[in-house]
């Protein structure tokens, strides 16, 4: 249970999933362990905001991967309608680029389905509070400015040069090396190079390992 030092008036909570059985299985679960007001669930974002006009919900536990044509676009549409609203990400699995989109945005929480149902009913009333929560894996992602919340690259980005960089971010897009080397106006056997090179200082040895560590940071 909620360690009395974040206590708060009850929740008038949100949870906003593509999935209709886990949306109504967190709103059960989670009826069970935090105080509540009142709780409501929405499989997309067009009833998200529907619902949130009567609900009025000052915390918002939500997937950040429901279909939409434009990515994350409805989550900013949403937070900039409901600014008293705080927001806590679910995601599937831990991605450090969808961190980024929390933090961006002043989310409250970012928090992977691997949390346990305890973490997550500790981590909404903490949000109500203005006080951030992440998952463990975040840890080395996060660090605070002047008391705020920012994103981090993790330690082994500052070991590649800006152009390891960029032929990273080309073979995590699907770029084969001669296409990497057109769009870099540089030759194949440069490009080859500077892929070695990244491979050996992540510590790397295929590029399937290389495209997954890349998406991973955001720079697919």
Same mark, same amino acid.
């Given at each position: 249970?909620?360690?009395?030092?974040?206590?708060?008036?009850?929740?008038?909570?949100?949870?906003?999933? %593509?999935?209709? #059985?886990?949306?109504?299985?967190?709103?059960?679960?989670? /009826?069970?362990?935090?105080?509540?007001?009142?709780?409501?669930?929405?499989? =997309?974002?067009? $009833?998200?905001?529907?619902?949130?006009?009567?609900? /009025?919900?000052?915390?918002?536990?939500?997937?950040?991967?429901?279909?939409?044509?434009?990515?994350?676009?409805?989550?900013?549409?949403?937070?900039?309608?409901?600014?008293?609203?705080?927001?806590?990400?679910?995601?599937?699995?831990?991605?450090?680029?969808?961190?980024?989109?929390?933090?961006?945005? =002043?989310?409250? &929480?970012?928090?992977?389905?691997?949390?346990?149902?305890? $973490?997550?009913?500790?981590?909404?009333?903490?949000?109500?509070?203005?006080?951030?929560?992440?998952?463990?894996?975040?840890? &080395?992602?996060?660090? /605070?400015?002047?008391?705020?919340?920012?994103?981090?690259?993790?330690?082994?980005?500052?070991?590649?040069?800006?152009?390891?960089?960029?032929?990273?971010? #080309? #073979?995590?897009? %699907?770029?084969?090396?001669?296409?990497?080397?057109?769009?870099?106006?540089?030759?194949?056997?440069?490009? =080859?190079?500077?892929?070695?090179?990244?491979?050996?200082?992540? &510590?790397?040895? /295929?590029?399937?390992?290389?495209?997954?560590?890349?998406?991973?940071? %955001?720079? %697919?």
């Amino acid at each position: 249970m909620m360690s009395p030092r974040y206590a708060t008036s009850p929740l008038r909570l949100l949870i906003v999933d %593509g999935q209709r #059985l886990v949306a109504h299985a967190l709103e059960s679960l989670l /009826r069970e362990r935090v105080a509540v007001s009142a709780i409501a669930v929405a499989t =997309d974002w067009e $009833q998200a905001a529907e619902v949130a006009a009567q609900l /009025r919900p000052n915390v918002v536990l939500v997937d950040p991967f429901l279909p939409e044509a434009i990515r994350f676009q409805s989550i900013r549409n949403f937070a900039a309608a409901h600014p008293d609203a705080r927001l806590v990400f679910l995601d599937g699995l831990f991605r450090p680029v969808i961190l980024r989109v929390a933090i961006a945005l =002043d989310a409250c &929480g970012y928090w992977s389905k691997q949390a346990s149902v305890e $973490q997550i009913a500790e981590a909404l009333p903490m949000a109500a509070a203005g006080i951030w929560t992440a998952c463990p894996d975040a840890a &080395g992602y996060v660090g /605070r400015v002047r008391g705020r919340i920012r994103f981090r690259r993790p330690p082994e980005m500052s070991l590649l040069t800006h152009r390891e960089i960029e032929v990273l971010s #080309l #073979l995590a897009q %699907g770029l084969s090396v001669k296409e990497s080397a057109v769009r870099l106006r540089i030759s194949p056997n440069t490009i =080859d190079n500077h892929k070695s090179r990244l491979m050996k200082k992540l &510590g790397l040895h /295929r590029l399937s390992e290389v495209v997954l560590w890349a998406t991973r940071e %955001g720079l %697919g």
